[in-house]
């Protein structure tokens, strides 16, 4: 390589950088119909998994799982659930986990640097934060919270999001819960022009439930909105 | 070898998505979403804050019995953005409220719209988007 191919190599590595570290800031709002590019998405999740259909505008009634077959102990705690309590006060801040909250009806905002991202959900006002300077998971025993602790690498122009240690919480907000032992993994990829944000959740908790789970879902980008705060009120329930 | 996937998505597909998931507790699970109730009333109180607002409303039966109701709204700032706010309702004004009615049978209904004595409307509970109104 000549001395010139050299430094334009490097000067080529901060701007590829800089590149991925804005292309998905911004506000983002919910896109109940993702549309046929997000198939890129669909085509990369893993043979055999299960789609949960519930994302933006579906939800799952009583009972319904997806075709999930549930563990023993899952299908137990789905038996003895009681739906009332759900209309309380007791229940009505608690939080949900990014496992079903990504999916939730509501926008977010994403700040982006190259050793950080950062979701800001409008939802419950659950703050995201996804590490991209290469460090590793906590040890087993780290603790859990709902949003888990999530490393993420790029593929080209997909984000490759891992996360773990997501506390156990409602996977499909109908009285069935995921475990402490969640695996997730999500791509996000932008559509050709940019305006669309595309992401796929892959699940594995062989504590509740076996094989492999997958959602998809899809924000529409929009220019000089906020999130705003969520502030959640548990007199809801009395 | 992605052909199995597409298949779980035709067949889930067409028999999971219920109308609207907007709220902290099921939709599907609390309230009956194929069935509209409209009930007339004069306002409580209302409460403007998440996960759900709450109406709370006078109406007369045909016995001449007043029935208290209860109403829930979608999240406040999914309402917020439809031009409600927290004073959209005070104590006193006449109303009649269409909403979807609780499951368990009680006077207690997710709200779809309310119309006031003057005419205007706030809507509550809407229909999601179809594929076609998503492009537009």
């Known amino acids: 390589m000549t001395r010139h191919g050299l430094l334009l190599g490097l000067l080529w590595l901060p701007i590829t950088a800089f590149a991925q570290a804005t292309a998905f800031e911004g506000f983002w709002t919910p896109q109940f119909a993702p549309g046929t590019e997000s198939q890129v998405l669909i085509d990369k999740l893993p043979e055999g998994a299960v789609f949960i259909n519930d994302a933006g505008a579906g939800e799952l009634g009583e009972g319904e799982f997806s075709g ?3 563990s023993a102990e899952a299908r137990k705690q789905v038996e003895d659930y009681d739906f009332s309590t759900e209309l309380t ?4 801040c608690i939080q949900p986990s990014v496992a079903l909250y990504m999916q939730a009806p509501f926008p977010m905002e994403i700040y982006q640097d190259t050793k950080l991202l950062v979701f800001r959900m409008e939802y419950f006002d659950m703050t995201r934060v996804i590490f991209m300077d290469g460090r590793q998971h906590l040890p087993a025993e780290g603790p859990h919270s709902k949003n888990g602790h999530s490393v993420g690498h790029w593929e ?5 999001v891992d996360t773990t240690h997501i506390s156990a919480a409602s996977f499909m907000n109908n009285g069935f819960n995921h475990s402490d032992n969640l695996h997730l993994t999500e791509r996000f990829k932008l559509s050709s022009e940019g305006t669309t944000l595309f992401a796929t959740q892959v699940y594995e908790d062989p504590d509740v439930f076996q094989g492999i789970a997958a959602r998809l879902m899809a924000w529409r ?5 906020y999130v705003y705060p969520y502030e959640c009120d548990p007199s809801f329930g009395e | 070898m992605r052909k199995p996937f597409r298949l779980y998505v035709c067949v889930f597909a067409s028999v999971l998505v219920a109308p609207f998931a907007l709220g902290h507790h099921s939709f599907a699970v609390h309230f009956v979403a194929d069935k509209t109730v409209e009930v007339k009333g004069t306002v409580e109180s209302f409460r403007f804050s998440n996960p759900h607002g709450i109406l ?4 007369v039966d045909a016995s001449g019995a007043t029935v208290a109701w209860r109403a829930e709204t979608n999240s406040p700032n999914v309402l917020r953005r439809r031009g409600w706010d927290r004073d959209a309702l005070k104590p006193g004004d006449q109303i009649t409220v269409t909403g979807f009615p609780a499951r368990d049978g009680t006077s207690y209904m997710r709200i779809s719209k309310v119309i006031f004595a003057d ?10 988007p179809t594929p076609e109104e998503e492009k537009d």
């Open chain 2, 119 to 128: 005419g205007h409307e706030l809507v509550g509970q809407a229909a999601p």
């Open chain 2, 56 to 59: 709370t409303f006078n109406t």
């Open chain 1, 68 to 70: 999930l077959q549930l």
């Open chain 1, 89 to 92: 006060s007791e229940f009505a």
């Open chain 1, 221 to 225: 980008k929009v220019e000089g909105e």
């Open chain 1, 156 to 160: 080209g122009d997909e984000l490759v």
